[in-house]
């Protein structure tokens, strides 16, 4: 089993910043991608960045040159930057982990909100 711990959510203006962080743990070995997803009120959940264990990242369109996904292997720990942020991006932030069986494990979520 693998558990997901997330931090860094919270309120923030247009324009303004967060990181958001996942820590994992138990069974990480089986894991090959990490990544965040998010959901908005009334949306599906969607894919925002995700990263592999040797670094290759993927972005959604709407937050590339925005958004940096990293990834700490020694600290078992993804992060995401998130930079020059819209209200379009207020959403329910999850972490996810995806093992080599493509299995998937989520966080409990992060909100994000942006707004004046």
């Known amino acids: 089993q693998v558990q997901l711990v997330e931090s860094g959510g919270g309120l923030v203006q247009p324009g303004g910043s967060l990181r958001l962080s996942c820590a994992a743990s138990g069974s990480i070995e089986r894991i090959n991608l990490m990544g965040w997803y998010r959901q908005a009120p009334g949306k599906q959940r969607e894919l925002v960045a995700r990263i592999t264990i040797g670094g290759n990242t993927n972005y959604v369109d709407s937050v590339k040159g925005r958004f940096t996904i990293s990834r700490d292997n020694a600290k078992n720990t993804v992060y995401l930057q998130m930079n020059s942020l819209k209200p379009e991006d207020t959403a329910v932030y999850y972490c996810?982990?995806?093992?080599?069986?493509?299995?998937?494990?989520w966080g409990q979520g992060t909100q994000v909100t942006v707004s004046s």
């Open positions: 996810n982990a995806r093992r080599f069986d493509a299995y998937d494990h």
